[in-house]
């Protein structure tokens, strides 16, 4: 590797030259001029421009103020501790597991109006369908003769406590009818729980279904006078916002993976960076293979259903110095880094290694403790090329 010949060398040459002329043409104008002074004057001025020239560069070196490498996009880095291998997997945005909701009838009943279509934005709570049911009056009935059966009892118990203070009726009569009123109370909760998990309807059987999440309604499957069975599903909800993306891994990658592990993940949209949220061994539909979770550390996904690349780096990543792929270059068949020095960069030979994640092992030629050039560290490479081709001219 050869540096770039110093600009005031070229210049001191070219006032040699001009001596050098300007003897030969006194010497030929007159026929007697001695040429002795002007030539040896030529020499020395040659030796007294080596003497004030700049200092060589040692080799490799390429002159780049800060300012000059901050212009041309030359990213500064330190160096990392890493290593591991690099698994490739294949994936899909899908909604959430609290993201999609099959809205079911509690009960069977009549449809009597539907008030969404699909497209339609809903919140948590909004009625989709009403339902008129028989079974739901039901439940409405029992729960009311509950509470009847409940206020009833505890108003014996009332009367029982009272007489028994008067002497009128033995204590144990009044403790029974508190039992009495407590279980009343019991059967009056559990009978309110049932009508409530039906939807809570009036005396007539009436109920509306409503959405447990906000989202989108993506499908309605009943209408205006059907008829839907219990556990029937009304419509289909989804929340286009909560989104994740799923990957489907090697079996043996369960053990190797852990929750927090960086991704980086390449998409439709541009690739970015994730973090595995969860792993799943033997999830795999029909194949076994681990099922691994992981959200955007940064921006939003793409729509659900767009497929997805995912890359994650496994085994000892605290291992040696590891720098950015595109920090590595190579010059003359060897493979160098860039090392920010004084007034530039020096070209370090290294020793590469295996590469995962978007870094390159360094087995041999730093020390940990360099700055060196990372993003675009291929101008320096064409800056030193260049150097070279004008020290050979």
């Known amino acids: 590797m050869r540096t770039r010949t110093s600009n005031k060398t070229i210049l001191v040459g070219g006032v040699a030259a001009l001596v050098l002329l300007g003897g030969a043409s006194i010497y030929l104008a007159f026929g007697r001029a001695n040429p002795k002074p002007a030539v ?5 001025a040659e030796e007294a421009g080596h003497a004030e020239g700049e200092v060589e560069a040692p080799e490799g070196f390429v002159a780049l103020s800060a300012a000059e490498a901050q212009a041309a996009n030359i990213i500064i880095v330190g160096l990392g501790r890493g290593g591991g291998v690099e698994t490739r997997l294949s994936g899909r945005v899908e909604p959430m597991v609290d993201a999609r909701a099959a809205v079911a009838a509690a009960v069977s009943g009549r449809v009597e109006r539907v008030l969404v279509a699909p497209g339609q934005a809903v919140r ?4 989709l ?7 739901a009056a039901s439940l409405r009935a029992e729960a009311d003769a509950a509470q009847a059966a409940y206020v009833a009892a505890e108003q014996a118990h009332g009367r029982d406590e009272e007489l028994a203070d008067q002497g009128v009726v033995a204590r144990r009569e009044a403790e029974v009818s508190h039992a009495q009123a407590l279980s009343a ?7 309110t729980a049932r009508a409530s998990a039906a939807g809570s309807p009036n005396a007539s059987g009436r109920l509306n279904v409503t959405s447990p999440i ?3 309604v993506t499908n309605v499957q009943v209408g205006p006078g059907g008829f839907v069975a219990q556990g029937g599903v009304v419509a289909d909800i989804t929340n286009p916002a909560r989104v994740e993306m799923v990957f489907n891994a090697p079996p043996a990658l369960a053990a190797a993976v852990r929750t927090g592990a960086a991704l980086r993940v390449s998409s439709p ?13 033997g999830a795999g ?11 955007p550390t940064g921006g939003r996904l793409a729509p659900a259903g767009s497929a997805v690349t995912g890359v994650i780096v496994t085994g000892d990543t605290t291992g040696g110095i590891t720098v950015p792929t595109e920090a590595v270059q190579t010059v003359d068949g060897t493979a160098v880094v860039f090392v920010r020095v004084p007034n530039g960069f020096q070209a370090r030979p290294v020793l590469a290694g295996r590469q ?3 870094r390159t092992e360094i087995l041999r030629g730093l020390t940990g403790t360099e700055n060196i050039a990372g993003a675009n560290a291929f101008l320096l490479k064409a800056e030193l090329a260049k150097g070279e081709a004008e020290h050979g001219h």
């Open 40 to 44: 040896a004057a030529a020499a020395q």
């Open 124 to 127: 948590v709570g909004q009625t």
């Open 129 to 135: 369908a009403v339902l008129v049911s028989g079974d």
């Open 185 to 191: 109370q019991a059967a009056a909760r559990a009978a």
């Open 214 to 216: 906000a989202g989108v």
């Open 269 to 281: 949209s541009g690739d970015f960076d994730a973090v595995v949220t969860g792993i799943a061994a």
């Open 285 to 295: 539909v029909g194949s076994g293979a681990t099922v691994i979770r992981a959200l």
């Open 356 to 358: 995962a994640g978007g």
